[in-house]
T-cell receptor, first 113, second 111 residues
């Protein structure tokens, strides 16, 4: 029972590099989201999707792109990494029908030098 | 004012103690409320959903006061394994599933 999976678990980038954080879920959830978690800041929403082909910005979208070509996958792309993007990134998913509880992947720890 | 506010703690309690966490939220249109638990360097995990005035699950009781826009979590008979950060989470209202997270309350249960 995989739930929400994320790869990689750890990543170190140099400033200016680009990369894609992968997220997949096998629960047939319509809603998927990306958060970043920084000390003392709590979880902040980067982008979210309410279904395949539909994405929208969250609280802190700058520097990140997303796409949702399938229900299962919701990759997060860092276009040109900056040290301010050093953080822990969590992907989450939930069903619809009035039950917004979200289930989280194990996270990706990203360091940008 | 933050949308969801929690006392950051830490709460240091002995095993067997009862501890209560409080949380306030600013959006009166919010309909759904949750407590998540997050262990160090791990992902948040759903502990309890609160859809009415409150609910109970074993040693854990969550209560909701909509008039005061206040949610609480009570843990009875604390165990060492309860040591974690507890996140108060509010569904932001409206048609989406967007959740608003508090910054969390750190609990350390001492032997």
């Amino acid at each position: 029972n995989a739930g929400v999976t994320q790869t990689p678990k750890f990543q170190v980038l140099k400033t200016g590099q680009s990369m894609t954080l992968q997220c997949a879920q096998d629960m047939n959830h319509e809603y998927m989201s990306w958060y970043r978690q920084d000390p003392g800041m709590g979880l902040r929403l980067i982008h979210y999707s309410v279904g395949a082909g539909i994405t929208d910005q969250g609280e802190v979208p700058n520097g990140y792109n997303v796409s949702r070509s399938t229900t299962e996958d919701f990759p997060l792309r860092l276009l040109s990494a900056a040290p301010s993007q050093t953080s822990v990134y969590f992907c989450a998913s939930s069903g619809t029908g009035g039950r917004p509880e979200q289930f989280f992947g194990p996270g990706t720890r990203l360091t940008v030098l | 004012r933050k949308e969801v506010e929690q006392d950051p703690g830490p709460f240091n309690v002995p095993e067997g103690a009862t501890v209560a966490f409080n949380c306030t939220y600013s959006n009166s249109a919010s309909q759904s409320f949750f407590w998540y638990r997050q262990d160090c360097r791990k992902e948040p995990k759903l502990l309890m959903s609160v859809y009415s005035s409150g609910n109970e699950d074993g040693r854990f009781t969550a209560q909701l006061n909509r008039a005061s826009q206040y949610i609480s979590l009570l843990i009875r008979d604390s165990k060492l394994s309860d040591s974690a950060t507890y996140l108060c989470v509010v569904a932001g209202g409206g048609a989406t599933n967007k959740l608003i997270f508090g910054t969390g309350t750190l609990l350390a249960v001492q032997p």
